[in-house]
């Protein structure tokens, strides 16, 4: 029996925050998740070439903003939550030696359909709003 538990829609209400996760922002974070999405433009592993466009480092392509705020719905709703629908907005790039705080809340609850809208903020500690958008997750009716 699995120890993780997935939220219902009976569970969730608007108005309710995620708890908050920091993320650290390293090299090895940027590089892999930018090679593990197969995006091989050199500003996300050569950080010459990040240079060169003016950041100081090789900075986080956008796949891998996507599958982090992704990841901090789905380990709040729990394992059997199924990712219906993401939408996204970039801002100031993340850069390893950043920290990204992701934070959140319950935007909306559709108890008849099972679907939970959730609006997600990931800012770094230096240049501010990294990413904001939503998730929208298919809970459980029922436990």
Known sequence: MSEYKTLTCAEVSVGDKLPPQDIDITTGLVVCGALATRDFEPVHHNKAAAVATGLPDVFMNILTSQGLMTRFATDWSGPEAVVKSLDL????????GMVMTMTGEVTAVDTENGIVDISVLGENNIWGMHMQGSVQLALPQEA
């Not at 907005?89 to 390893?96: H, M, T, Y």
Request: aromatic residues 0%; positive net charge.
């Open 89 to 96: 907005r970039l801002g100031a790039p993340n850069v390893p």
